[in-house]
C-alpha cells in the first residue's frame, strides 16, 4: 500500500488555519485557493472539496475571525460588571485586536454577515448579545438597539481603519481623540434610551 495523499486527510479546519496564515503573513494578497494550495503542498481542487472556491475561502475566513474576535472581546472584558467599564474595554479590545492583526480586522469587517446563514446568523447574534450585555440595554426595543450598535460599530470601525492607513495625521494623540468618542458616543447612547423611554411613557 502507498503513503496515503495529504490531501485525502485534509480537512475545512486546515484550509482555514492555512488561509490564516497566508492572510497573516501577506495581507490580503495572499488570500486565495492557489495561494493556500501551495502553503499546503497540494493541488488546488483538492480545496474545493471543503470550500466553494475563493469565496468560499472567505466566507470561511470571515466567520473563524468574527469567532476570535469575539472570544478576545470577551476575554478582555471579563468580570467586568459596570457596564461603562465594559464598553471602554471592549472599545479597546476592538482597537487592539485591530492593531495585532490589521489584515484579519480587514477581511472579518469588509464581509457582509447575511443573517439567513446558519453560522453567520450565529456570529449576527453572538456579536448583538455581547453588545446588549455590555451596555445593559436589554430594555430597549430591537430597532433602538440596532441603531446604537450601528453607530458604535460605524464609529469605532471608521476610526479604526482611518488609523490602520496611517490617515491620522494631525499632531492631537490619536488615544486621546479615541477616548473622547467613546465617550461621546456613551452620551448618544444615553439620548436613544432616554428617547425609547419615552416612546413607552
Known sequence: ????????SLTP???TNA???CLD???EAGLGVNRVARALGIKPPAIYKH???NAGLRQALAIAIWRDYLAYCQQQTAGCT???TRFYKGAQAARSYAKRHPARYCVMMQYQMRPTDPEEGEII???LSFFQSALQLHELSNDALVDCMRMVNAAIYGFIMREQLDLMTLTRSADDSYQVMLDALL????????NASREHI
Open 82 to 84: 459596570n457596564s461603562t
Open 25 to 27: 503573513s501577506e495581507g
Open 19 to 21: 488561509a490564516l496564515s
Open 51 to 53: 470550500v466553494d472556491g
Open 187 to 194: 452620551v448618544a447612547i444615553s439620548y436613544i434610551k432616554e
Open 1 to 8: 500500500m502507498g503513503r496515503p495523499r495529504k490531501e485525502d
Open 125 to 127: 447574534q453572538r456579536s
Open 13 to 15: 479546519l486546515d484550509v
